[in-house]
T-cell receptor, first 113, second 109 residues
Framework: DVKVTQSSRYLVKRTGEKVFLECVQD?????MFWYRQDPGLGLRLIYF???????EKGDIPEGYSVSREKKERFSLILESASTNQTSMYLC????????????FGSGTRLTVV | KNEVEQSPQNLTAQEGEFITINCSYS?????LHWLQQHPGGGIVSLFM?????KKHGRLIATINIQEKHSSLHITASHPRDSAVYIC???????????WGAGTKLIIKP
């Protein structure tokens, strides 16, 4: 069964900590995406990547960075976590260019205290 | 105006009722996804459609590309179907996802 796996289902971190959210896919997909979901705002794109070592800013990249050192892994990094980054984070992947459909992780609920 | 509109925003029904959730979009698409998010927050992909109809258990998804509309139906609804149902379309100009706001469904026993 093809999969996008997010390393943590729930995560609690302290303000100022460096936080890594990991996403791994086993489908040899070129594209990988990070979204966050907030009440009343829905799902918004943070960053995406079309290939190893490539990254593109989405709609709300401020406060985040990403790393894609290997094709199967796309990491979202919060350099210094803040309470306004408390949210649900969703990873997704697709073959390039993306018309054929996406595969989704199950989400990581991050709480920053 | 949002490019993907879901209706209703909220729906409460009795167990056993037939449920319909709608998704209308204003852009050209290559495909459409329906996802389910349970109260604990976990997201599950239900369907991907580019034409016609798909069925899985009590869930049925249809899409009409000409009318730019998709529906998700639940037959013989059950309290465990209570969740937020989210529609997302793959825009055919750049193959990015555009998300609907979700429909919160509550099924009462």
């Amino acid at each position: 069964d093809v999969k996008v796996t997010q390393s943590s289902r729930y995560l609690v971190k302290r303000t100022g900590e460096k936080v890594f959210l990991e996403c791994v896919q086993d489908m040899d997909h070129e594209n990988m995406f990070w979204y966050r979901q907030d009440p009343g705002l829905g799902l918004r794109l943070i960053y995406f990547s079309y290939d190893v070592k490539m990254k593109e800013k989405g709609d709300i990249p401020e406060g985040y960075s990403v790393s894609r050192e290997k094709k199967e892994r796309f990491s979202l990094i919060l350099e210094s976590a803040s309470t306004n980054q408390t949210s649900m984070y969703l990873c997704a992947s697709s073959h390039f260019p993306g018309w054929g459909g996406y595969t989704f992780g199950s989400g990581t609920r991050l709480t920053v205290v | 105006k949002n490019e993907v509109e879901q209706s209703p925003q909220n729906l409460t029904a009795q167990e056993g009722e037939f449920i319909t959730i709608n998704c209308s979009y204003s852009v050209g698409i290559s495909a459409l996804h329906w996802l389910q998010q349970h109260p604990g927050g976990g997201i599950v992909s239900l369907f991907m459609l580019s034409s016609g109809k798909k069925k899985h258990g009590r869930l049925i998804a249809t899409i009409n590309i000409q009318e730019k509309h998709s529906s998700l139906h639940i037959t013989a609804s059950h309290p465990r179907d209570s969740a937020v149902y989210i529609c997302a379309v793959i825009e055919d100009s750049n193959y990015q996802l555009i998300w609907g706001a979700g429909t919160k469904l509550i099924i009462k026993p």
